[in-house]
């Protein structure tokens, strides 16, 4: 009996694991470790914002996944080894490397560039490397870089130079067409896309804002026609003519919502255009341009592709030797290995909430510029002392540097005066190319001591001791994304006292004791000494304030 039942466990060991248990695995291991980051792409889907579909692209490259496993069914049988197990590891530390270090390494910036959703394709290659060997990552490769179709800031980059060109592109077709249809007259007094409309007595106007341009639409077109040309057989030089054209439809299609809904206020009023036909007029509009552009495939020679199994005839698709294939045996250690990844990775995607306040989720800066609105800590007053005026030569044309003056509300023996330099510049490379550290060493001054500090709400900068011909200085900064106007600017905050004050201790700011951890190994090798360490954490803790203050002001 004894035997027969280990030959029984032996047999079940062997059993071999489907390659759509495997992937099920993988989509469930990577939707826990990316929870958060997910999430936040699903904020913006209840509301008309270009990147509102970028929600779709997991749950497209997932399709991909099933696909690709229909017409390569090879993917099941290939060998496991060694080699696949160390790389996907290491894929696996890397991207964990960059979640975890990433926001302490470039602070609020991290979330900015959304360098979290850039660690997803590195986590699903690692799996696939995982659970269905080295040679998987070629059949498989297209739905793991079709994952970086979900990186919003390509999109942001691309919509900052174009969106006001189209905007205007659509609003002066609507203002060539309207008038001779009959439809709208277009008030140029109030601006470009403004329109006057009458309804029996009523008069009215709508106007024709980014959100109505159509790049909603187009940007949603592209996520899918990206994905639809992996089921679509032909020349590539046809497909792409074929989603060109698409392309064009959508934005026709946009138009004629738009003199749709002209008429319709024209004829039944504002409240019949508005309120019952706006929010459902893009998505019939979006899908009449979708049904039309199906019908024309057979003129661009373009045909569905079959998912059945593809005839291929190469070395990657060799299967390997049964004892080496994904038995039930040689998977278990890499599913424990991948699921306690997906664990830890789900600690420390979490711990982005932090990160991400004061932003949104495309990682766009909701906080004004500290100039436009100079706010204190609690307990301290502030007055603006000068405006310094050289800046241009070193941080570009529309830059600026404010310097203000804080002091305590109520004196005290340990009360100390700390300057505040707001330096805002549009340019983030010039931020970059003159850092305190170029300041120090281009007035001679002696740096003392230089570490990376903690400021909360997920804003880390640099702590300064040095010593000018003057004084023994103490400086706190730290930069990051701020919004001026429409536009994105960037923001250097420093502040800076010169004491012999020694405050008392009170608990230091953090973001999170993840962050401390990789904060303390980012330091370690920190050198120099600071006389008065109490007078630095005072002024970290008062940095502190001002950052909580500006980033619950911008909620």
């Not at 994304?481 to 006292?497: D, T, Y």
Request: charged share 15%; hydrophobic share 50%.
């Amino acid at each position: 009996m004894t035997t027969l039942a280990l030959r029984r466990v032996a047999d079940v060991h062997r059993v071999p694991v489907p390659a759509s248990l495997r992937l099920a695995l993988l989509g469930c291991c990577s939707a826990v470790a990316f929870w958060f980051s997910l999430r936040s792409l699903s904020g913006q889907w209840r509301y008309e914002t270009p990147l509102a579909d970028l929600v779709l692209v997991p749950l497209l490259a997932a399709a991909l996944f099933v696909a690709a496993s229909r017409r390569h069914p090879y993917v099941g049988e290939l060998r496991l080894g060694w080699f696949d197990l160390m790389a996907g590891t290491a894929l696996l530390t890397g991207s964990l490397a960059l979640v975890a270090v990433g926001p302490v390494y470039w602070s609020k910036y991290f979330w900015a560039m959304r360098l979290d959703l850039l660690a997803l394709p590195l986590f699903v290659a690692g799996g696939i490397l995982l659970l269905f060997g080295a040679r998987a990552i070629v059949p498989f490769g297209l739905p793991v870089l079709s994952l970086l179709l979900a990186w919003p800031l390509p999109y942001l980059a691309f919509l900052e130079r174009l969106l006001g060109t189209f905007t205007s592109a659509t609003g002066g077709a609507a203002a060539f067409l309207a008038p001779r249809l009959h439809l709208a007259t277009p008030v140029t007094s109030s601006g470009d896309g403004v329109f006057a409309l009458h309804h029996g007595h009523e008069s009215f106007s709508l106007s024709v804002g980014s959100a109505c341009s159509g790049v909603n639409s187009l940007v949603g077109f592209f996520i899918l026609g990206v994905f639809a040309l992996y089921f679509v057989e032909g020349l590539l030089s046809r497909r792409l003519a074929w989603l060109a054209l698409g392309a064009a439809l959508v934005w026709a299609a946009n138009l004629a919502r738009i003199l749709v809904l002209f008429a319709v206020a024209r004829g039944f009023g504002e409240r019949a255009a508005i309120a019952l036909l706006h929010p459902i007029a893009g998505i019939v509009a979006l899908n009449l341009a979708v049904l039309l552009l199906l019908g024309l495939m057979r003129r661009f020679h373009l045909f569905w592709r079959e998912l059945e199994p593809a005839e291929i005839d190469t070395p990657l698709a060799l299967p390997g030797p049964p004892d080496k294939r994904a038995s039930v045996l040689r998977v278990s250690t890499r599913v424990v290995l991948i699921g306690a990844a997906a664990v830890v990775f789900g600690i420390a995607d979490g711990a982005l909430a932090t990160t991400a306040r004061g932003l949104t989720n495309d990682g766009v800066p909701a906080i004004p510029a500290f100039s436009t609105r100079p706010l204190s800590a609690p307990g301290w007053t502030i007055r603006k002392a000068e405006t310094i005026g050289w800046t241009a030569p070193y941080y570009g044309k529309h830059s600026s540097w404010v310097r203000y003056v804080m002091r305590p509300r109520r004196p005290s023996p340990s009360a100390f005066t700390i300057w505040l330099d707001a330096v805002r510049s549009p340019n983030l490379g010039a931020l970059d190319a003159y850092t305190l550290a170029h300041c120090y060493a281009f007035h001679s001054f002696t740096v003392d001591a230089a570490t990376r500090v903690d400021l909360g709400e997920g804003v880390f900068g640099n702590a300064f001791v040095y010593t000018s011909p003057r004084a023994d200085w103490r400086a706190v900064s730290w930069q990051w994304p701020v919004r001026r106007g429409a536009k994105v600017e960037h923001e250097r905050l420093v502040l800076i006292a010169a004491s012999d004050a020694r405050p008392a201790e009170l608990a230091e700011p953090s973001s999170g004791s993840a962050f401390n951890r990789v904060l303390s190994l980012l330091d370690w090798r920190s050198s120099g000494h600071d006389a008065n360490p109490r007078l630095t954490r005072a002024l970290q803790r008062v940095a502190a304030r001002i950052v909580l203050r500006r980033i619950e002001a911008a909620a």
